[in-house]
């Protein structure tokens, strides 16, 4: 089975101040990750995703994360916050070999990211 | 190219009533998911719907929920006898289950509520 835990359920920086947003994973396979942003009244938008390619990962808006296998870790960060990236942020796990029931995806609970002005 | 679109974007309704919640994929996605997000929650796992195969529906939280999906395209999530726990946003998401990883795709949700 896996699971994805997020480890902080509200992050809150200064803008201009650097972003991490922790994720870590279990999974019997070697997974793929994802990490989500949702912002209010909004659905769900990929940020950026691993695929085995490379362990540093960039995605849009400037966010990055970088997948540490010996500590079964995805961290989502960005050098300088700014006010636009106050929103909710989700990380995923997929396994397809999990015969989980959203195609193997597993969501973390989120991530609210406060940006103090 | 257009997203999943979801209708109606809010809803209200009565507590006792049923209610349909419509998606409309992007075109040429197999691959169709239901989910729920209730306030302070993650998001939960309703139904999955893949090609002409059944849907796994291991996700509905009760036999008040279902949902079908016609000609492999629109999907509607019907909820009977709504409760007020059922107040929540329904998202619906496609994938092309193509590539690797699979990729879901959300649309901007529904959000439920039950008076």
């Known amino acids: 089975a896996q699971s994805v835990t997020q480890l902080d359920s509200h ?6 101040t650097p972003v991490l947003l922790r994720c870590n994973y279990s999974s019997s396979y070697s997974p793929s990750l994802f990490w989500y942003v949702q ?8 940020l950026l995703k691993y695929t085995s390619a490379a362990t540093l990962v960039k995605g849009i808006n400037g ?26 942020y989700f990380c995923v796990v997929s396994d397809p070999y999990s015969g989980g029931g959203a195609d193997g995806l597993t969501f973390g609970k989120g991530t609210h990211l406060i940006i103090q002005p | 190219g257009a997203g999943v679109s979801q209708s109606p974007s809010n809803k209200v309704t009565e507590k006792g009533k049923d209610v ?3 998606c ?3 075109s040429g996605h197999t691959a169709l998911y239901w989910y729920r997000q209730s306030l302070g929650q993650g998001l939960e796992f309703l139904i999955y719907f893949q090609g002409n195969s ?7 939280p009760s036999d008040r929920f279902s949902a079908e999906r016609t000609g492999g395209s ?17 998202l619906c998401a496609s994938s092309p289950r193509t590539g690797d990883p699979y990729e879901q795709y959300f649309g901007p949700g529904t959000r439920l509520t039950v008076t």
């Open chain 1, 11 to 16: 992050v809150s920086v200064s803008e201009g």
């Open chain 1, 39 to 46: 912002h209010p009244n909004k659905g769900l938008q990929l």
């Open chain 1, 63 to 88: 966010f990055e994360a970088e997948f540490k296998k010996s500590e079964t870790s995805f961290h989502l960060t960005k050098p300088s916050a700014h006010m636009s990236d106050a929103a909710e």
């Open chain 2, 20 to 22: 349909e919640l419509r």
């Open chain 2, 24 to 26: 409309d994929p992007i």
């Open chain 2, 54 to 60: 059944a849907p796994d529906k291991s996700g509905l």
């Open chain 2, 74 to 90: 629109v999907s509607t999530l019907t909820i009977q006898r709504t409760q007020q726990e059922d107040s929540a946003v329904y």
